[in-house]
């Protein structure tokens, strides 16, 4: 913790030195302001800057406007709330439409932040409309069998995005046409009958062309939209690559939660009860990585990892943070907010960000903010606002042991499976528990001050005295 503390302030001088550049003309403002909004001593100062509250249930969605200047969230109590996040205020409130939770909102690019598209666990793919005199109308668009956690938004496109759901289907959309594309069902490479469960896609963002998908098994799969559209053979399902590291191929025990892109074209990947993964361009293992060969994948360089969390009871996402994609950023169940250097994968923070489980991260399109969501009912907003470096918690030491114990335990065991819905519910009465049980004793909003230790959950036996037979651990999401 001393050397990091040591690190930030090599950092802080870097800093000052680059406000000096500004200041005699020798580095543009807008060059400035990205080298500072990616220094380590920004990093080191981030702190909550405030909490949005509205909805009445889980905030499972949070996403900025392309602008930066509005935050969009996504709830449980299906509704949709458009935030002056700045001032903390609400905007604009309204249904989204659809009848359970809600997963994804985002806002259509280039429409004046008039078109926000939503998916949720009734499978259904809605848009809504926002009109001058404040009336939203929503219309159904889309829809799948099964649960929708994620869409993606093709960079730039006010009308073209993608969705994939639990029913393994992958869908395109352009709102100037009536009805969406159906592009393929994604099976197993093992099994050309078992449908894969879509937890995430995401679209490369310097080539629009490429779009990955991650869910119920071990392999992110790379698809190329043209191959799909010129190839009128019943093979589209075939991916252009897949990436998996080589401890877990084949080995058909954790599955993805969460993919997302850098700038540089890096697929950064979530596992269910085990790592993070940053994986390059040259790491791919073939369209099909069941019949490779094992000496192929030991010519593969290993991805880097990042450690420390834990993504075992919910669909957590995964994020870079930084104005080039500087570091890696997760929620985990403990109920921090993990920061990661992204190159060599050095824990950087952890920061207080829900009582339960932070799942949602979404950092912000231009400067160093960030906000972040879970089983919580608020949205927390972090900003580089704290008057002193920020370490490592005392307890981080503790924190990340018990993580790592309640991964080996939950692995040594057989594990019970249930849907992710009965895992929500679960959740709920969880924090509805623990509610009750904190009514009389000081308000919850002091434990995110700058000298607080990090948020604690302990995994072992005595930290399941009260509620044992409600505790969310026991549950996995597959």
């Not at 400035?32 to 249930?57: A, F």
């Not at 905007?91 to 280039?110: D, I, Q, T, W």
């Not at 949720?120 to 926002?130: S, T």
């Amino acid at each position: 913790m001393d050397a990091a503390v040591e690190t930030a302030g090599g950092r802080k001088a870097s800093c000052f030195l680059e406000v000096g550049r500004r200041e005699i003309g020798s580095s543009s403002p807008r060059a400035s302001s990205r080298r500072i909004s990616g220094s380590e001593h920004i990093v080191m100062r981030m702190t909550q800057y405030g909490k949005l509250r509205g909805h009445d249930g889980c905030v499972n969605t949070v996403s900025f406007n392309p602008a930066g200047d509005l935050l969009v969230s996504g709830s449980d109590d299906t509704n949709i709330i458009l935030w002056d996040w700045l001032a903390k205020t609400k905007k604009l409130v309204y249904p989204s439409g659809h009848h359970e939770n809600v997963f994804h909102a985002r806002v259509m690019p280039f429409t004046d932040d008039s078109t926000i598209v939503t998916v949720a666990a009734d499978g259904q793919v809605r848009v809504g409309r926002l009109k001058e005199d404040g009336e939203v109308t929503t219309k159904l668009v889309g829809e799948h069998d099964s649960r929708v956690h994620k869409m993606a938004i093709e960079p730039g496109s006010p009308y073209i995005f993608y969705s994939c759901g639990e029913d393994g289907l992958v869908q395109h959309f352009d709102l100037r046409n009536d009805s969406a594309t159906r592009l393929f069902t994604c099976y197993s490479f093992l099994n050309d009958r078992r449908r894969l469960r879509l937890n995430s896609i995401v679209i490369d963002p310097q080539n629009p062309y490429y779009f990955s998908i991650g869910g119920s098994d071990e392999y992110v799969r790379l698809y190329d939209m043209r191959r799909i559209q010129l190839d009128d053979s019943r093979n589209i399902n075939q991916p252009v690559d897949t990436f998996c590291p080589k401890h877990l191929i084949k080995s058909g025990k954790v599955h993805i939660t969460s993919i997302a892109y850098s700038y540089a074209r890096e697929i950064l990947v979530s596992y269910n009860d085990e790592l993070v993964y940053l994986f390059q361009n040259n790491m791919g293992l073939g369209p099909n990585p069941v019949v490779a060969q094992p000496e192929f994948f030991d010519m593969l360089d290993q991805p880097q990892a990042y450690s420390g969390h834990r993504n075992y009871r919910t669909v957590k996402g995964v994020s870079f943070f930084g104005p080039n994609d500087e570091y890696v950023v997760s929620g985990s169940d403990c109920g921090n907010v993990f920061i990661w250097r992204k190159k060599g994968g050095e824990l950087m923070r952890m920061m207080n960000g829900d009582k339960s489980v932070v799942n949602c991260i979404e950092p912000h399109p231009h400067f160093p903010f960030m906000a972040t969501s879970g089983i919580d009912k608020t949205v927390k907003l972090w900003t580089p606002a704290a008057k002193k470096v920020l370490p490592l918690p005392k307890n981080a030491k503790e924190i990340i042991a018990s993580n790592e114990r309640g991964r080996e335990v939950d692995a040594s065991r057989a594990e019970v499976t249930l849907p992710s819905d009965v895992i929500m519910h679960v959740l709920r009465l969880h924090r509805r528990q623990s509610e009750l049980h904190r009514e009389n004793e000081p308000a919850a909003e002091d434990f995110a001050s700058d000298d607080d230790e990090a948020f604690y959950i302990g995994f072992g036996n005595a930290d399941r005295d009260q509620g044992e037979n409600s505790d969310p651990r026991e549950c996995i999401v597959t």
